[in-house]
Every structure is written in C-alpha cells, then in structure tokens.
C-alpha cells in the first residue's frame, strides 16, 4: 500500500477507483466501506484527515483519536491500494476562501447542532473527489444525513460520480460503531446503549421515552431526500453519539451497497 501525504504524490489510474474517505482511527465500519470499495473497483483510494472545517469551537478536533501507525496496518490488510494522508495545509493552503453553501438539507438535525459542519464536510469531500477522479465514493449509512448531502452535491454539481452506501455496522451489544465510542467509560457505554435500543422501536416517541436518561440533541423522524430515517444525537457525558434507523427507501434508490436493512439495530 502507498501512503501519499502531498496531491502529487497521488498517482493517476488508469482503472476503476473507489474512494472512502475517513478521519481515521479505522473500526469494522471503515473496514465495510473498503470491503464495499474493494469488490466494486479495480483501485481502492482511502483518505485519512480529520477534516478541521468540519468541527465547531468547543468541539473534539484536538482530541479526536489518531494513530496512522495503526490505520495504516488495518488499510493495508484491508485491501486498500492508497492511503491519502494530507496535511490540513495540503488540503487547506494560505489563501484558501472557497466554500460549497450546503443548501436546506444540511440546516437540520446534526445542522442544528453543528453550524458549518455539512459546508466543511461538502467541502473536504468536493475537494477529495477533484483530487482523487474516483468512479464511486463510498459512505456510510451511520452518518445519513451525510451521506444525503453528498448526494445531493454529487447532482447538484454535475460531479459524475457514483455515491454508494454501506449499511451501519455495529457491536454485538447494538452500539454503532464510531472513532468516538473509544472515549466513553464502561459505565458511560452501558448508558449508551438506550441509543440503539430506542432506535429499534422506530417510533420516535417511544424513542423519545428511552432516550430520557440521556442528554438528548434530537430525536426525530426525518426525510433525507426521499430517505426517511428515525435518527437521534444524544450526549453520554462528554461524547455525543449519532444514530439512525431507515424506516422507508425510495425504490429507484441505486445507491445502497447491499442489503439496506443489515444495520438495523434489534
Ligand atoms: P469517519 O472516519 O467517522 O468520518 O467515517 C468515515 C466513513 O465511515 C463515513 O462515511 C461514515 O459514515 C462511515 N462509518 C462510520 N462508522 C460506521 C459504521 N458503524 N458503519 C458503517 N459506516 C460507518
């Protein structure tokens, strides 16, 4: 596997390429999306940054877990090809001042909550896609309003891409799996679990109700365009957690990799 810090140490391919872009520290979910990225193209691309333009003041951009060491390894056994791994300097030079607007979509749920952070997600993902050429992007189902606003940009800007989903993979305990499971305490990620466990009703709310231990951000029914999802953020001391249940597709949806109900929390 090639680690590429710099735009042009990228090498330009001449087949398929499958683009995943990540923060990094790598758990079952990141493996998914290569997996996913590995059987669809003849060339995996993964990228590694965590992104600052997509994090608010007061939130965890300093503490966000990073081992490349380790990511590294698990990229490499995971059949990736290339790992991107930038600087912030790389990705966002002196000078830098072009931002995508990210329209409605990107105003609610997590919006709400984190202003700016689908302009800094639409951002780094428009620059990795014009940096990268990949036939297909991968993302998953865990970040879903994300993944619609990727979409969304992906149509809106003609970019000629293929956006794929990967259902959410999760613990045997229900938990989704996040980078960010890693700072709760046992305790905390016993408290966690009313998460998937309200989810599961997919019924807001009797979500609502087993969510009422919780610092809860939302918990909503939302349409994703045309998606519609249960999703829910809650707050388990410091560590805020995202998660959602699909609970209608639209049928000429395309864009699901395999089978769109495997993530379902029980
Ligand atoms: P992150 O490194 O957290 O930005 O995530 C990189 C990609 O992995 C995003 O498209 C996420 O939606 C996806 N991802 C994160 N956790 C999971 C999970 N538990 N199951 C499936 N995909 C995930």
Redesign the pocket.
């Given at each position: 596997m090639k680690i590429a810090r710099t735009i042009a140490e990228l090498p330009r391919f001449p087949d398929s390429v499958g683009l995943?872009?990540?923060?990094?520290?790598?758990?079952?979910?990141?493996l998914?999306?290569f997996e996913a990225a590995r059987e669809e193209n003849d060339v995996v691309v993964a990228s590694l940054f965590v992104n600052p333009a997509q994090f608010g003041d007061g939130e965890d951009l300093d503490r966000y877990p990073r081992d490349e060491e380790r990511d590294a390894k698990l990229a490499e056994e995971a059949g990736v090809d290339v790992l991107f791994a930038p600087s912030p300097d790389e990705i966002y030079p002196e000078g830098f001042s072009t931002w995508v607007d990210v329209g409605e979509l990107g105003a609610k749920l997590e919006g709400q909550f984190r202003p700016g952070h689908f302009r800094g997600v639409a951002t780094v993902c428009l620059k990795l896609f014009n940096i990268v050429h990949p036939d297909r992007a991968?993302?998953?189902?865990?970040?879903a309003q994300?993944?619609a606003v990727i979409k969304q940009l992906v149509r809106d800007l003609n970019l000629g891409l293929e956006i794929r989903v990967?259902?959410?993979?999760?613990d045997d305990d229900g938990l989704?799996?996040?980078?960010r499971n890693a700072y709760l305490s046992p305790a905390e990620r016993e408290r966690a679990l009313a998460l998937p466990r309200a989810l599961a009703t997919r019924d807001a709310a009797k979500a609502r109700q087993l969510l009422a231990d919780l610092d809860v951000d939302y918990v909503e029914e939302a349409n994703l365009n045309g998606q519609r999802v249960l999703a829910a953020a809650v707050r388990v001391g410091k560590t805020r957690l995202i998660d959602n249940v699909v609970l209608e597709i639209p049928c000429q949806d395309s864009s699901w990799f395999g089978r769109a109900t495997k993530?379902d929390p029980k």
């Open positions: 995943v872009p990540t923060m990094g520290a790598f758990h079952a979910g990141h998914a999306l991968y993302f998953g189902q865990k970040d994300q993944a990967v259902p959410i993979v999760r989704a799996l996040s980078s993530g």
